[in-house]
């Protein structure tokens, strides 16, 4: 499957791999393995989507936002292997975490923006693991954030 014919025949447009803004690294390979640092929800703008799922922000906001995530995931992949996605054998998880109310119960349905848009991408092999937890907050206020672990070739 050719992973970059996906993005173009989707009309979807990576942002750039931001760099980390603290004492850890977007990316590492360990092995065949190749971890993603959480990456926060940002619109197509370059602002931060914030707010609390289910007070300022609705489920489907929350799934926009999530998908946010793994555009960035998708971005920390391509430079991490040198913008080469065919280097990928698969997804293997993702960990996505959701700012929301303490009485909001759809985590999986906000996550499945993420898992969404890797399915699409990766076809079979962007099927993965998953957890989807809520917090009472996140970095700079966000409402979402995921982390990836990919299998490389």
Same mark, same amino acid.
């Given at each position: 499957?050719?992973?970059?014919? *996906? =993005?173009?025949?989707?009309?979807? =447009?990576? $942002? *750039?791999?931001? !760099? $980390?803004? +603290?004492?850890?690294?977007?990316?590492?390979?360990?092995?065949?393995?190749?971890?993603?640092? +959480?990456?926060?929800?940002?619109?197509? *703008? +370059?602002? %931060?989507?914030?707010?609390?799922?289910?007070?300022? %922000? /609705?489920? !489907?906001?929350?799934?926009?936002?999530?998908?946010?995530?793994?555009?960035?995931?998708?971005?920390?992949? @391509? @430079?991490?292997? *040198?913008? !080469?996605?065919?280097?990928? @054998?698969?997804?293997?998880? %993702? #960990?996505?975490?959701?700012? /929301?109310?303490? &009485?909001? #119960?759809?985590? $999986?349905?906000?996550?499945?923006?993420?898992? !969404?848009?890797?399915?699409?991408?990766?076809? &079979?092999? +962007?099927?993965? #693991?998953?957890?989807?937890?809520? #917090?009472?907050?996140? $970095?700079?206020?966000?409402?979402?954030?995921? &982390?990836? =672990?990919?299998?490389? @070739?």
């Amino acid at each position: 499957m050719n992973f970059e014919k *996906n =993005i173009k025949e989707n009309n979807i =447009i990576l $942002p *750039n791999a931001a !760099d $980390p803004v +603290g004492s850890y690294v977007a990316s590492k390979i360990s092995n065949k393995m190749l971890f993603i640092s +959480g990456q926060i929800s940002i619109d197509e *703008n +370059g602002n %931060l989507i914030k707010g609390k799922v289910g007070k300022e %922000l /609705s489920t !489907d906001d929350g799934y926009n936002a999530a998908k946010r995530c793994a555009l960035s995931i998708v971005a920390q992949v @391509k @430079k991490a292997c *040198n913008d !080469d996605l065919s280097k990928i @054998k698969s997804c293997v998880k %993702l #960990t996505g975490f959701v700012n /929301s109310t303490e &009485d909001f #119960t759809d985590q $999986p349905k906000v996550i499945n923006g993420a898992s !969404d848009l890797i399915a699409i991408i990766f076809g &079979d092999a +962007g099927m993965h #693991t998953r957890a989807a937890v809520s #917090t009472n907050s996140l $970095p700079l206020g966000v409402s979402v954030e995921v &982390d990836a =672990i990919f299998e490389l @070739k």
